[in-house]
């Protein structure tokens, strides 16, 4: 196999024309160099140097070889100095503060830590679980560096981070599907108005035609959970939000097949923050609400 440091030295070959010189350049004794030069042909499987009285001449395979071999030089170093850069701007921003979502908090946000120290090792990371409205207006005023939000207009990038699928939650075993036309025969326990995954919804429910039967409306995340496990109605919301809940056999689940909607969560970030830092999160974040 090919490796960095024997490119190094064939190129060093290369351009003194000398092994002695070479190993005078790379430091190291002429003996070592020149097996790592046979081995070099011995694995490539062709002749890369001819051997004249005063030194020696690269071969037309060599030249081959090169060419590729400064393309996979210039390259590594490219890397190296990214990797610098990245590293040193990591060092001088020192801490992030990221707000998380409820939901984010509860289901990601152990994993976040984790992949964050292994990322970033010479990084401080504060997460606050925060809602929607909150994390906004603390981003806005620089209280937060980044924050997970559902509202689009506050959004950084140009994809989301992820876009959840809404289905019909119960504390009872569901049917396998609803259609969207049925949640109006259901006695439903949503957020309020200022909500914005109950705004889509509403919007969704006007354009149908269809009226809901709302029983009840609850702000907050934690408070809508355990109204619906204390039967109280059903909900249309992610399951992302009731992860444990699902699991934990405290709640059903049911997709509904027609709605297209979901709940798409979204980055923002500060204007006085690095953007560059911001977009290493958003790839941090999106990998982690991916899965495995």
């Given at each position: 196999?090919?490796?960095?440091?024997?490119?190094?030295?064939?190129?060093?070959?290369?351009?003194?024309?000398?092994?002695?010189?070479?190993?005078?350049?790379?430091?190291?004794a002429?003996?070592?160099?020149?097996?790592?030069t046979a081995?070099?042909?011995?694995l490539?499987?062709?002749?890369?140097?001819?051997?004249?009285?005063?030194?020696?001449?690269?071969?037309?395979?060599?030249?081959?070889l090169?060419?590729?071999a400064?393309?996979?030089?210039?390259?590594?170093?490219?890397?190296?100095?990214?990797?610098?850069?990245?590293?040193?701007?990591?060092?001088?921003?020192?801490i992030?503060?990221?707000?998380?979502?409820?939901?984010?908090?509860?289901?990601?946000?152990?994993?976040?830590?984790?992949?964050?120290?292994?990322?970033?090792?010479?990084?401080?990371?504060?997460?606050?679980?925060?809602?929607?409205?909150?994390?906004?207006?603390?981003?806005?005023?620089?209280?937060?560096?980044?924050?997970?939000?559902?509202?689009v207009?506050?959004?950084?990038?140009?994809?989301?981070?992820?876009?959840?699928?809404?289905?019909?939650?119960?504390?009872?075993?569901?049917?396998?599907?609803?259609?969207?036309?049925?949640?109006?025969?259901?006695?439903?326990?949503?957020?309020?108005?200022?909500?914005?995954?109950?705004?889509?919804?509403?919007?969704?429910?006007?354009?149908?035609?269809?009226?809901?039967?709302?029983?009840?409306?609850?702000?907050g995340?934690?408070?809508?959970?355990?109204?619906?496990?204390?039967?109280?109605?059903?909900?249309?919301?992610?399951?992302?939000?009731?992860?444990?809940?699902?699991?934990?056999?405290?709640?059903?689940?049911?997709?509904?097949?027609?709605?297209?909607?979901?709940?798409?969560?979204?980055?923002?970030?500060?204007?006085?923050?690095?953007?560059?830092?911001?977009?290493?999160?958003?790839?941090?974040?999106?990998?982690?609400?991916?899965?495995?």
């Open positions: 196999m090919l490796d960095i440091r024997r490119l190094k030295y064939f190129l060093a070959v290369a351009r003194s024309g000398s092994m002695a010189a070479a190993a005078r350049e790379l430091n190291i002429q003996p070592a160099l020149s097996h790592h081995e070099l042909e011995r490539t499987g062709v002749k890369l140097f001819d051997r004249l009285p005063r030194g020696v001449r690269l071969t037309p395979a060599g030249e081959v090169a060419g590729h400064r393309q996979v030089l210039e390259a590594v170093a490219v890397a190296e100095f990214a990797m610098r850069e990245h590293s040193d701007m990591i060092r001088q921003v020192g992030v503060r990221l707000g998380l979502l409820p939901s984010w908090q509860t289901n990601y946000g152990e994993e976040i830590m984790k992949l964050a120290r292994l990322r970033f090792p010479d990084l401080k990371l504060t997460i606050m679980e925060v809602r929607n409205e909150e994390a906004n207006r603390l981003v806005a005023g620089g209280e937060l560096d980044i924050a997970t939000t559902l509202d207009e506050f959004s950084r990038f140009e994809r989301p981070l992820a876009s959840e699928p809404m289905v019909v939650l119960s504390n009872r075993p569901l049917k396998p599907s609803y259609r969207f036309a049925e949640l109006g025969e259901l006695d439903l326990v949503l957020t309020t108005m200022e909500h914005p995954t109950r705004r889509l919804l509403e919007q969704e429910t006007a354009r149908r035609g269809i009226s809901l039967r709302v029983v009840l409306e609850i702000d995340h934690t408070a809508l959970k355990n109204a619906v496990i204390n039967g109280l109605g059903q909900a249309v919301y992610t399951t992302v939000a009731v992860r444990q809940e699902l699991e934990a056999g405290q709640l059903f689940a049911a997709p509904i097949v027609d709605y297209p909607g979901g709940r798409a969560i979204y980055l923002a970030h500060a204007d006085a923050f690095d953007h560059r830092i911001a977009g290493q999160f958003y790839h941090l974040l999106t990998s982690v609400a991916a899965g495995p």
